[in-house]
């Protein structure tokens, strides 16, 4: 049941109940979806409420229309809730997996409030306080990346003051919260590197860099993070594999360094 007193619009939380729905197979891909009517009854919610999350998850191709057949899941929407998507590891962790040393320098750290796309995003209102980290960090001591999270300080009280020197972020999310972060929503673009790329980076204006943005999420479907994270198009390429027997590609980025 959805909570008709939360600060989060309804929409947004049938959203992730529909979402939460197809990770747990209730909804499974291709299967078509319950009618607007049933779904009013099933959430307890209007019927404006149930057309425009349905219409944004329409938008993100999660769900698909067809006229006159009803609403269904495309195959696709499994992707962000793979098994090997729901493994979530941070920088540290992936430069370990290949037995490489991640420092980390923060450049900024402050109380924010974020715009109202990404507090739809985080499910949070735009007057909560949220946590803003900018880090640059090393491979092997190389320059790679330059993060910057986003971080709910409701949901990681006293977080702020344990951001501090080479701290991994997801592990103090883990063991000081006990928060399991189990997939998250990824959107990579690539742009051309600016003044402030081309001096953190070490790299030329102009050169290609990989532009990633992403929202972890914890077991219960609650966005935990946004990080946009800026990565030398020189010392980092996005591997793309298929095993035998899984129904979608897995992903994700490594470092020449």
């Keep these: ?57 329409c938008e993100e191709e999660i769900l698909a229309r067809k006229q006159g057949k009803g609403t269904f899941v495309l195959s696709s929407a499994q992707i962000s809730y793979n098994r090997l998507d729901r493994t979530v590891g941070g920088f540290h962790d992936s430069l370990a997996r290949d037995g490489k040393e991640a420092t980390v320098d923060i450049l900024e750290k402050a109380i924010i409030r974020v715009s109202a ?8 209102s735009v007057e909560d306080d949220v946590v803003y980290l900018k880090r640059l960090m090393y491979g092997n001591q190389v320059p ?55 001096r953190l980076l070490n790299c030329h204006v102009g050169d290609p860099m990989f532009d990633l943005f992403k929202i972890t999420y914890n077991e219960e479907g609650i966005p935990q993070n946004i990080s946009v994270s800026i990565l030398s198009g020189e010392n980092t390429y996005y591997v793309i594999s298929n095993e035998e027997g899984d129904q979608v590609n897995q992903s994700g980025l490594s470092w020449k360094v």
């Design 1 to 57: 049941m959805l909570d008709q007193n939360a600060a989060t619009p309804l929409y947004e939380q049938l959203k992730q109940a529909i979402k939460k729905g197809i990770r747990d197979g209730e909804y499974p891909p291709g299967s078509r979806m319950p009618s607007e009517a049933e779904m009013e009854k099933l959430y307890d919610v209007s019927r404006i409420t149930v057309r425009r999350a349905v219409k944004e998850l």
């Design 117 to 124: 796309s990404y507090a739809r995003d985080l499910q949070i």
């Design 144 to 198: 790679v990346m330059i993060d910057t999270a986003y971080i709910p300080a409701k949901r990681f009280p006293g977080i702020y003051d344990k951001l501090v020197g080479n701290v991994a972020l997801f592990h103090l999310m883990e063991s000081e919260y006990r928060v399991k972060l189990e997939r998250y929503y990824k959107v990579l673009k690539v742009q051309k590197a600016d003044r402030e790329m081309s």
